[in-house]
């Protein structure tokens, strides 16, 4: 498995600004993944980031509000800019595992409060 | 993807055997069952995974139909720390093109009361 941390743990912003997080993970991955999970909802998968290669984005999420950086193997960087109160969730990035299909592990999350 | 259902939540009592079914009708040939469990606070956590019969691990067990459009996570003797969200999730896998987009339906929330 992976250990992976995320930075900041939280953080309150106010509407109109941009925050950035960070994802890091122990070991070498090719793909690394964002999630967003509103209050009292399931995970939505934001885009893919590949090293190397423009992020793949899902329907609904645009580079212009969620840019991503994948410099290296090992982090990655979700920002969530101009922001508004509808971005308030927990932004979460997880890695695949090398041996088991459909499985990823997931880093502890970014609870993003917008005011 | 195929599409899971799941109920949206379940009690239980410390020490109980707790059964979360999952269905999925329109699973593939290639499709894995994986299910998640997460804490509030906290990402998700892989449970296990399984594609026919029965898995089963140190945390869980995995009973899987022959038909394989449901599948049932039996946790065994629960405790308090057992209450989570369990998510059951079906997917084709990297071979299949999915390349990694795990799709979460709303999950079972399970309670576990003393």
């Known amino acids: 498995s992976a250990v992976i941390s995320q930075k900041p743990s939280r953080d309150i912003c106010q509407r109109g600004t941009s925050l950035t997080i960070q994802c890091q993970v122990d070991?070498?991955?090719?793909?690394m993944f964002w999630y967003r999970q509103q209050p009292g909802q399931s995970l939505t998968l934001i885009a893919t980031?590949?090293?190397?290669?423009?992020?793949?984005?899902e329907s609904g999420f645009v580079i212009d509000k969620f840019p991503i950086s994948r410099p290296n193997l090992t982090f990655s960087t979700l920002t969530v800019s101009n922001m508004s109160p509808e971005d308030s969730s927990i932004y979460l990035c997880?890695?695949?595992?090398?041996?088991?299909?459909?499985?990823?592990?997931f880093g502890p999350g970014t609870r993003l409060t917008v005011l | 993807l195929a599409k899971t259902t799941q109920p949206i939540s379940m009690d239980s009592y410390e020490g109980q055997e707790v059964n979360i079914t999952c269905s999925h009708n329109?699973?593939?040939?290639?499709?894995?069952i994986t299910w998640y469990q997460q804490f509030p606070s906290q990402g998700p956590r892989f449970i296990i995974q399984?594609?026919?019969t029965k898995v089963t691990n140190e945390v869980a067990s995995l009973f899987i139909p022959a038909d394989r459009k449901s599948s049932t996570l039996s946790l065994p003797r629960v405790s308090l720390s057992d209450t989570a969200v369990y998510y059951c999730?079906?997917?084709?896998?990297?071979?299949?093109?999915?390349?990694?987009?795990?799709?979460f339906g709303k999950g079972t929330k399970l309670s576990v009361k003393p």
């Open positions: 997880s890695v695949e595992d090398r041996v088991l299909t459909d499985t990823q592990y």
């Open positions: 070991s070498q991955v090719t793909m």
């Open positions: 980031a590949n090293q190397g290669s423009e992020a793949t984005y």
């Open positions: 329109n699973i593939a040939t290639n499709d894995y």
């Open positions: 399984g594609y026919k």
């Open positions: 999730l079906v997917g084709e896998g990297y071979n299949g093109g999915s390349q990694g987009n795990l799709i």
